[in-house]
């Protein structure tokens, strides 16, 4: 069955370093997602990527945060200058994009971010 | 997003039926009902969606109430490895995007 694969499974940074978080989605699917989830916490949305171009983003997705999709396959989170409150599961996603509310994501395993 | 009601726990015997319980009683006539469940230390996974007629898949089943305002999703014999956090969203079809909004869940605990 297809997946979607995170690296790294977990990084620790000190307060105020450069991370970057990568997922190789599913080949032939369109749109992409980060969500977090701080510990004990609720699944949170970050930003969807539709098309080379960011379709939404939620509040959380501040200027720190920035999304790439450099080449065909990758899919990656870039944090600036993290924050100990960047501590959190990053998950990313990804779906076919058809026009329907059918639509189903695929999540991938995850990404522990440690900020010291 | 139309907003669903879930009890926030639930337990369970291993090997049998349970039935999760969702209410969304301001579910507008295009949005799919999706469940998705996340593993302890895992990501969500997708369990099984309908519109308006009951489903079955390999995992579960879900059955949905006429008026659309409730649904349940039915797992027929839980197993250890069910226990999860159930997520009950709804999506629309006339969205662009599609993305999830999760709330908290129900915590399924499944004894042995």
């Known amino acids: 069955e297809p997946e979607v694969t995170q690296t790294p499974s977990h990084q620790v940074t000190q307060m105020g370093q450069e991370v970057i978080l990568r997922c190789v989605p599913i080949s032939n699917h369109l749109y992409f997602y980060w969500y977090r989830q701080i510990l004990g916490q609720k699944v949170e949305f970050l930003v969807s990527?539709?098309?080379?171009?960011?379709?939404?983003k939620s509040e959380i997705f501040d200027d720190q945060f920035s999304v790439e999709r450099p080449d065909g396959s990758n899919f990656t989170l870039k944090i600036r200058s993290t924050k100990l409150e960047d501590s959190a599961m990053y998950f990313c996603a990804s779906n076919e994009g058809r026009i329907s509310g059918a639509n189903v994501l695929t999540f991938g395993a995850g990404s522990r971010l440690t900020v010291l | 997003d139309a907003k669903t009601t879930q009890p926030n726990s639930m337990e369970s015997n291993e090997e049998e039926p349970v039935h999760l319980p969702c209410n969304h009683s301001?579910?507008?006539?295009?949005?799919?009902i999706h469940w998705y469940r996340q593993l302890p230390s895992q990501g969500p996974e997708y369990v099984i969606h309908g519109l308006t007629s009951n489903v079955n898949n390999r995992m579960a089943s879900l059955a949905i109430a006429e008026d659309r305002k409730s649904s349940t999703l039915i797992l027929h014999r839980a197993t250890l490895r069910d226990a999860a956090v159930y997520y009950c969203?709804?999506?629309?079809?006339?969205?662009?995007?599609?993305?999830?909004?999760f709330g908290k869940g129900t915590l399924l605990t499944v004894n042995p």
């Open positions: 301001t579910i507008s006539g295009t949005d799919y």
């Open positions: 969203i709804l999506l629309n079809s006339g969205g662009s995007n599609y993305k999830l909004t």
């Open positions: 990527f539709y098309n080379n171009e960011i379709s939404e």
